[in-house]
C-alpha cells in the first residue's frame, strides 16, 4: 500500500532502486552475468551514503541484490538504515546462508521482503539454486519470517525440466509464500523464446490460485514474452527504476550496464526525468520483470480505469467464474475518480507519514 501510495504520488522519484553491497557470489550459475568470484564487500559507510541519497531522491522501496548480498557482513546495518527513512527494504538472494539466526537478525533489522529465486528441483551443472537444496531453509523461512517472501520459479534456455517450476511453485504456496515465475534472458536482458513445453508449464502455473493484489498480476507482458511476441511499452529505468552497482553509479538495469552510467552521488530529479523519458531500443523484447512493473504502477496512475479493467479481465480468462471482491468496488470509488484520488492521495500520505514528493 505504501509502495502504491508513493507510486501514484508524484512521477519524478524512484519507484524502486536495486543496490549491489557485494559483487561476489557463492554460486556460480551458467546463466548468470551478475558476479565475480573475488570482490571485497563495499563498506559499511559508503552502502550507508547510498543509502540516505536513494532516500533523498525519495526512493519508495530499496532492494539489495548482488552477487549474494547475504556474504555481506554488515547487511544487517544497511537494511536497518533503509527501514529509519521510510522506505521498504527488500532483498533478493540464493538463499543458502539462510539459518534461523540469520532470518531472527532479518526480522531485528526490519526487513519487509525476501525473494528466492529456485532454478530446478534438483541441482545440476547450470545451478544449484535447487529446491532439494534450499528446501529446509524454506521451512525455516515459513516458521520464523515475519517479512513477506516470494519464491520465484524459473523457465527458458538451460532450464532442463520445465515441469520443475509447477513443482517450486507449488511447495512455495503449501508453505504460504508468494509464487512468481521468471523467464531468463539473454546477457542483454532479451528474450530467449520459450519452447512449446516451456509455454505449457507457463500456462498452468498462471492458473495456480493467486490473490487478486498479487504483483503476480502485473505480468501481463509475460503473456506476449511466452510466445516471443514484443510488447509495446515504455521503460522507465533511469527513472522510474535505478540499478546502482557496487562502485555506486547508475544504470538502467543489471543487463544495460553503463547507461547512463552516472555516479549516485551526482543524479539529480532531472536525470530521472529524462532518463525516465528516454524510449529504449531493447524495451520490445525485454523481460526484467521489476522494470515492467514499476511501469505497470505508472500505467495505473495514468490510465486507472483500463488498467484495472484489464487486470479483471486477465482474471477472468484464468477463472470464468471470477467475481471481484468488494474491497476492488472500494478501491475503485476511492482512485478512479480524479478528484476523489487525489483527495484519498493526500489524506493516505498523512496517515502513512510518507513524504510528500
Ligand atoms: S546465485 Fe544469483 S548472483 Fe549468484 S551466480 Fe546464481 S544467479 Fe548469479
Ligand atoms: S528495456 Fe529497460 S529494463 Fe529492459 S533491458 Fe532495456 S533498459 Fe533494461
Known amino acids: 500500500m505504501r509502495m502504491f501510495v508513493r507510486a501514484m504520488q508524484s512521477s519524478s522519484h524512484p519507484?524502486?532502486?536495486?543496490i549491489v553491497p557485494i559483487r561476489r557470489?557463492?554460486?556460480?550459475?551458467?546463466?548468470?552475468?551478475?558476479?565475480?568470484?573475488t570482490s571485497s564487500p563495499v563498506p559499511l559507510e559508503t552502502m550507508l551514503q547510498r543509502v540516505d541519497r536513494l532516500a533523498g531522491l525519495g526512493t519508495t522501496i530499496i532492494t539489495l541484490s548482488g552477487g549474494e548480498p547475504t556474504l555481506h557482513p554488515d547487511l544487517d546495518a544497511i537494511v536497518r538504515r533503509i527501514r529509519v527513512h521510510g522506505a521498504i527494504a527488500t532483498l533478493i538472494t540464493n538463499g543458502l546462508l539462510l539459518t534461523p539466526d540469520r532470518i531472527r537478525a532479518l526480522n531485528r533489522a526490519g526487513l519487509d521482503y525476501l525473494q528466492i529465486s529456485i532454478d530446478n528441483v534438483a541441482p545440476d551443472d547450470v545451478s544449484k539454486k535447487s529446491l532439494r537444496v534450499l528446501d529446509r531453509k524454506l521451512a525455516w523461512l515459513a516458521q520464523y519470517a515475519e517479512f513477506g517472501v516470494t519464491i520465484n520459479s524459473v523457465l527458458g534456455a538451460g532450464i532442463r525440466n520445465p515441469e520443475d517450476a509447477i513443482v517450486v511453485g507449488r511447495r512455495a504456496r503449501?508453505?504460504?509464500?508468494?509464487?512468481?515465475?521468471?523467464i531468463l534472458h539473454d546477457h542483454g536482458g532479451q528474450l530467449q523464446p520459450l519452447a512449446p513445453d516451456q509455454r505449457s508449464v507457463y500456462e498452468r502455473f498462471r492458473r495456480?490460485?493467486?490473490?487478486?493484489?498479487?504483483?503476480?498480476?502485473?505480468?501481463?507482458?509475460q503473456?506476449?514474452?511466452?510466445?516471443?511476441?514484443?510488447?509495446?511499452?515504455?521503460?522507465?529505468?533511469?527513472?522510474?527504476?535505478?540499478?546502482?552497482?557496487?562502485?555506486?553509479?547508475?544504470?538502467?538495469?543489471?543487463?544495460q550496464r553503463g547507461r547512463p552510467g552516472i555516479p549516485l552521488d551526482q543524479y539529480t530529479v532531472d536525470d530521472i526525468q529524462r532518463e525516465a523519458a528516454r524510449p529504449k531500443d531493447c524495451a520490445p523484447f525485454c523481460t526484467i520483470s521489476c522494470v515492467h512493473q514499476t511501469a505497470m504502477l505508472d500505467e495505473f496512475r495514468?490510465?486507472?480505469r483500463e488498467t484495472l479493467n484489464g487486470i479483471l479481465a486477465r482474471r477472468r480468462t484464468l477463472d470464468p467464474?471470477?467475481?471481484?471482491p468488494a474491497v476492488v468496488g472500494v478501491l475503485s470509488w476511492l482512485f478512479l475518480n480524479p478528484r476523489r484520488r487525489g483527495l484519498v492521495g493526500k489524506l493516505l500520505v498523512r496517515a502513512m507519514r510518507l513524504k510528500r514528493s
Open 15 to 18: 519507484i524502486l532502486a536495486q
Open 25 to 37: 557470489c557463492n554460486l556460480d550459475c551458467a546463466y548468470c552475468n551478475e558476479y565475480d568470484k
Open 174 to 182: 503449501e508453505l504460504g509464500f508468494i509464487s512468481t515465475v521468471g
Open 208 to 221: 495456480l490460485k493467486t490473490s487478486l493484489f498479487s504483483f503476480a498480476h502485473f505480468d501481463h507482458f
Open 223 to 255: 503473456e506476449n514474452i511466452a510466445r516471443g511476441l514484443p510488447n509495446d511499452w515504455h521503460c522507465r529505468a533511469g527513472g522510474r527504476f535505478l540499478y546502482v552497482c557496487e562502485e555506486g553509479l547508475v544504470h538502467y538495469c543489471s543487463q
Open 302 to 304: 495514468e490510465h486507472p
Open 321 to 324: 467464474h471470477f467475481r471481484p
